[in-house]
């Protein structure tokens, strides 16, 4: 991975280090308005919230649905929580795992349907994250490495070579708030050791990658494309610094082009093309929206292993994995009519946080599950993608042209259950790789389109960043 230049956290050294010159006065010392709670506000996913927050606040069902739709959905949560095994098996159904896999499990990277995270011990194998790959292409985008593929997988079965595996080291750069209290951001360092299928090329592009929380995507799925397109502007021509842009990609079922929704680069359209996607490069088990299990032809060994059918997982079993995940709930706010919360939302819009980070969508019609249909959600996020700068680029593009991300462009995260992390996933490490130990970290690499929103979150008083990283601990 790319190596950030050292910090220098003087205000217009920092931005002309990111391309953006001095902010403005507007932007240094923001103007923070009052927030008042509403009725309702807590209601992160309309119809399809609950109160809890204890750790299974990520894995429940949403309210109101029918015996039909709860029974679904337990088929559907013991699909993603039980493990396949090496075919053939007794376990009919259930074999076919790899030849090549990075987890037995949806559940191994996702636990509890939470957020993954880097290994905590140098060494140690990666359980919930993963590395992708690619190498140049002609059209100055990128494509899959013709031996290892474009996801890297750290494990195989028995008489298999497994690709590589994964060193990550952390390089620390220290800085200074404007009050003079000092932090520290912290860079990842990837060293890919014992390569199984003959040596990596220099040119090698790899991009680390934790598993993000899975609740609330039927919800993310529901909303109109035209609302997302209504907040796109990728020409800036309303001159706020923010660009953001909606991605398209290739929806297997129909062939279309569709809105890029799902995944920290915005590539793939649906539920159901993520989960299909997950299961091919994460088990290495093959589906009819994914029909191999991307060992290559000069994997020679894993080619010749033994497959769980034709396809291993069943359109049935992939839908009932679908329903389970799009009727996931989301968790409630909580502390919602607290001062300082209140008090951090206002340093939240401030900032201008909420023009990437869309407080309020609304979703349109759903026919199935009709808690989905026509509900305002409170997922923080506008799925578009935005240029984050070059501390955040990870120089490997996906795709090319209007249709492709490049390696700077990561799509706007939602914030929904930020606060509940450290109790369903013990540990808040955020950002596409886990860099961010903390809200506090990730906002400080924010750069490109949310650069001058970063550099005034450095310069605010102690007790206003306080405020609104307790806001944020709200969500």
């Not at 039909?68 to 376990?91: E, H, L, M, T």
């Not at 209290?181 to 090698?204: K, N, V």
């Not at 919800?219 to 796109?232: C, H």
Request: glycine share 12%; proline share 8%; net charge negative.
């Amino acid at each position: 991975m790319k190596h950030l230049p050292a910090f220098v956290f003087g205000l217009c050294a920092l931005l002309l280090v990111i391309g953006l010159g001095c902010v403005s006065d507007a932007v240094r010392n923001p103007t923070i308005t009052p927030v008042e709670a509403m009725p309702g506000d807590d209601m992160s996913g309309g119809l399809a919230t609950v109160h809890d927050a204890t750790p299974e606040a990520f894995a429940l069902p949403m309210p109101n649905l029918s015996k039909a739709q709860r029974r679904a959905f337990a088929v559907g949560n013991s699909f993603f929580n039980d493990s396949w095994v090496i075919a053939p098996a007794s376990a009919e159904g259930r074999d076919g795992l790899g030849p090549l896999f990075n987890a037995t499990n949806c559940s191994g990277c996702h636990l509890r349907d939470g957020r993954g995270r880097p290994p905590e011990v140098r060494g140690a194998p990666l359980e919930s994250m993963l590395v992708r790959l690619s190498v140049p292409g002609p059209d100055g985008g990128d494509q899959p490495h013709p031996i290892y593929g474009d996801q890297l997988q750290d494990k195989a079965i028995p008489g298999v070579p497994a690709e590589a595996q994964v060193l990550i080291d952390w390089d620390e750069q220290p800085g200074r708030y404007a009050d003079g209290t000092p932090f520290s951001l912290r860079q990842p360092r990837i060293t890919l050791t014992s390569p199984g299928y003959g040596p990596l090329p220099a040119d090698l592009r790899i991009s680390a990658r934790t598993a993000p929380s899975v609740f609330g995507v039927g919800l993310l799925e529901a909303v109109p494309e035209a609302a997302l397109l209504a907040l796109a502007d990728p020409d800036d021509r309303d001159g706020d610094g923010i660009s953001g842009r909606l991605r398209r990609v290739v929806e297997p079922r129909s062939g279309e082009l569709r809105a890029g929704r799902f995944g920290w680069k915005g590539g793939a359209a649906t539920v159901e093309q993520q989960t299909g996607k997950a299961f091919a490069g994460d088990l290495g088990i093959t589906s009819t929206l994914e029909p191999s299990d991307h060992a290559t032809a000069g994997q020679v060994l894993a080619r010749a292993a033994p497959q769980g059918g034709t396809p291993e997982l069943s359109d049935h079993k992939l839908q009932r994995v679908v329903e389970y995940l799009r009727m996931l709930a989301v968790p409630a706010r909580r502390d919602r009519g607290d001062a300082q919360v209140l008090h951090g939302e206002g340093v939240f819009r401030a900032l201008r946080c909420d023009a990437c980070h869309t407080p309020e969508l609304r979703t349109g019609l759903v026919a199935d599950i009709a808690s989905l249909g026509d509900q305002p959600i409170r997922s923080y996020s506008d799925l578009l993608l935005h240029d984050m700068g070059p501390g955040l680029a990870d120089g490997r593009p996906e795709g090319a042209g209007p249709d492709g991300a490049s390696g700077q462009e990561w799509r706007t995260p939602p914030l929904w259950g930020l606060g509940l992390l450290r109790i369903v996933n013990k540990h808040e490490l955020l950002l596409h790789d886990g860099r961010a130990r903390g809200a506090a970290e990730a906002i400080l690499w924010h750069g490109g389109e949310a650069a001058a929103a970063a550099e005034a979150f450095r310069r605010l008083p102690a007790a206003e960043r306080q405020a609104l990283l307790r806001f944020l601990a709200s969500l």
